[in-house]
């Protein structure tokens, strides 16, 4: 019953978003018309600097599309799962498949690729079906980064592999959890300008997207299943461990024996948690590639946060991230919902002229095809622009000013807190879910930030808000009702 409930106040507030977006039109979507016969499933979208779009699609079609007369141009083919591109020119890009990190390139200048070039496959393949690599993208010191996915327990591999082979990578007697038989499947690897590629992080299931902030801070989604309670945002530094135990046969100088067999405390001890985890069923199911806001303000008042895309929703996830205590956590939110958006939003870029075109896929996946873009209509959002951390409770900042009444009602701030378990079980119930009363509420000058003093604040939880009819000072409602901030670690007066 309870939970019957719950859904039905999920969908009303899901309603209202909607209604509330439609009605405030700051954002609209547009689709792009495919190439006739092209199986468009989208793995991967950028711009070359002359502002055509180029995008890669999983049954091994490279293309390029010109906005400016909805052209479209086939540049190559006969990839594998290409699932990730990096511009190097107009006539040069890195493209990830399936077998390789491969170069691709007009040599001669006629617009179609005539040189397809290894890079680097020093790594594992067993020719399992769940073997995807995603990325490139680039530091500012040059150096690559691409992400390799485990091994799905639902297959096997081939008597013909790649690397190595080592069993310990691999539940002992079940086929049910992902593993990590071959080198490095569930890292996160860095290719150097010298052309070495070296692991850098590991303990990942399925990292659907990487990306860098504009601080240059790497970041990666993870996907909810067997070690991952529900899908996180990680902050992806070099040597941590991110959860899902099958990669670690791959450290160096590893002597543990079966990572599957040591004690969940032992590897939760190693862990370095999700600085953003994304509610299962309520905010992401999947998550894709996390892209930073650089516009400069032409996408809107969110420059510098991360947008998320989502494979089993119409939506495009918002993220508003701050340190506390040295390290990333913060808040994710609704940016985008349904009016037109698609499914199977796997692949986000940031056009010349600041809208933000979004790459579909289906491919074997809950999703959808094709390539749409969101563009901002220079209305401002009426919407929640941060939510912070503070010693005894969390600041809501606001995209405009408030309307006082509403915003100081206490009956308009819902919170609850839950955490999901670590455990080998594919997915988590929310644990120890507790009704969190607001104490307090207080406005700034401008009416743009309000300050929300908690009954109690606890580490390691999830606190979602439900906001209740809360306007503007000009009547408009508020976009999103729903935001979820991932509390690792306390504030107190010293940070």
């Known amino acids: ?40 499933e989208t793995g991967g979208v950028e711009f070359l600097p002359d502002g055509r779009l180029v995008a890669c699609f999983t049954r091994g079609e490279v ?37 390789e990190l491969t170069r691709v390139k007009d040599t001669d200048g006629d617009g179609t690729a005539d040189l397809y070039e290894k890079v ?12 995807f690599n995603y990325g490139p993208v680039k530091d500012k010191d040059g150096n690559l980064f691409i992400a390799l996915n485990s091994s799905s327990g639902a297959g096997n591999i081939r008597p013909e592999v790649r690397g190595e082979i080592n ?24 290719l150097s300008p010298d052309g070495v590629l070296k692991p850098f992080a ?20 993870d996907n909810q299943g067997d070690w991952i309670g529900t899908s ?61 806001d650089n516009t400069g303000g032409r996408f809107g008042p969110y420059s ?39 499914k199977g939003n796997n692949r986000l870029v940031f056009g010349p002229d600041g809208s933000l075109w979004i790459g579909q896929n289906s491919h074997g996946w809950l999703g959808d095809q094709g390539i749409q873009r969101i563009v901002f209509t220079g209305k401002q959002p009426a919407d929640v622009y941060t939510m912070n951390l503070t010693e005894k409770g969390f600041d809501l900042t606001f995209t405009q000013p408030i309307d006082e009444l509403t915003a100081t009602d206490p009956a308009n701030f819902k919170f609850r807190h839950y955490y999901y378990k670590y455990h080998n079980k594919y997915g988590s119930e929310q644990f120890d879910v507790q009704n969190v009363p607001v104490t307090a509420i207080k406005i700034s000058d401008d009416r743009k930030k309000i300050s929300l003093t908690l009954s109690t604040l606890k580490p390691g939880y999830v606190y979602e808000l439900t906001l209740g009819n809360i306007k503007t000072s000009k009547g408009d409602e508020l976009t999103n009702k729903i935001i979820c901030y991932t509390l690792n670690k306390l504030k107190s007066a010293n940070f």
């Not at 906005?67 to 040069?92: M, Q, R, Y």
């Not at 590991?202 to 989604?221: E, K, M, Q």
């Open 1 to 40: 019953m309870t939970r019957r409930i719950l859904t039905g106040v999920l969908f009303c507030v899901l309603i209202q978003t909607l209604n509330a977006q439609e009605k405030n039109g700051s954002y609209k979507v547009e689709t792009i018309p495919m190439p006739e016969g092209l199986t468009s």
């Open 63 to 99: 293309m390029t599309y010109e906005p400016s007369t909805k052209k479209w141009k086939l540049f190559a083919e006969g990839l594998h799962d290409p699932l990730g591109i990096l511009v190097v020119s107009n006539s040069e890009l890195l493209i990830i498949q399936r077998p």
């Open 120 to 131: 680097t496959d020093d790594f594992g393949f067993s020719g399992n079906y769940h073997e």
């Open 167 to 190: 069993p310990l990578g691999r539940e002992n007697g079940s086929k049910g959890q992902m593993f990590s038989n071959v080198p490095y499947r569930g890292w996160v690897m860095k």
């Open 202 to 221: 590991s303990g990942f299931r399925s990292p659907n997207g990487i990306g860098f902030d504009l601080d240059g801070n790497l970041f990666a989604t």
């Open 232 to 292: 996180p945002l990680h902050h992806v530094q070099e040597g941590k461990f991110y959860g899902h135990p099958a990669s670690l046969v791959w450290q160096k100088g590893w002597s543990n024996g079966n990572p599957f067999l040591l004690p969940v405390p032992f590897l939760d001890s190693m862990r370095t948690r999700g600085a953003v985890l994304f509610p299962h069923g309520i905010m992401a199911n999947s998550p894709t590639q996390p892209l930073c």
């Open 304 to 342: 510098g946060q991360l947008f998320i895309g989502e494979m089993n929703k119409e939506r495009i996830v918002r993220v508003m991230l701050e340190k506390v205590g040295g390290e990333f956590q913060g808040a994710c939110i609704p940016f985008f919902d349904g009016n037109g958006l698609r």
